[in-house]
């Protein structure tokens, strides 16, 4: 089992920051994939971006070039900076893990991840 840990939610207005971080413990995989998604009230869950075992990134195109996502390996954290938020970026930021590699489509589906977080909601004010 693996669980994850999400901090670093909370209200901001237009144009500001938050950085937000998921804490991995328990059987922590050498292999793990871990990424991030949003639910805004009435959505689905939607892919927002995700940090391969090797340290590869990649970012959904509606977050591109204002959030960056990162691993520290060693204490197997990811962290999810984001910048220039938009009202549009409220929602609820679940963190997502997997032991198993991902290829194409499934990187961006929930149903590839094995293990969530409980969640951290983040409130962009106009």
Do not use: H
């Not at 689905?44 to 940090?51: I, N, T």
């Not at 009202?87 to 489509?105: K, M, Q, V």
């Amino acid at each position: 089992q693996v669980q994850l840990v999400e901090s670093g939610g909370g209200l901001v207005q237009a144009g500001g920051s938050l950085t937000l971080s998921c804490a991995a413990s328990g059987r922590t995989f050498s292999s793990l994939v871990q990424g991030w998604f949003r639910q805004a009230p009435g959505k689905e869950r939607e892919f927002v971006a995700g940090v391969a075992a090797n340290g590869y990134s990649y970012l959904a195109d509606s977050v591109q070039g204002r959030f960056t996502v990162y691993k520290d390996a060693i204490k197997n954290t990811v962290f999810l900076q984001m910048a220039s938020l938009e009202p549009e970026d409220t929602a609820i930021y679940y963190c997502a893990a997997t032991p198993n590699f991902l290829r194409g489509s499934s990187t961006f589906t929930p149903d590839s991840y094995d293990y969530w977080g409980q969640g951290t909601q983040v409130t962009v004010s106009s």
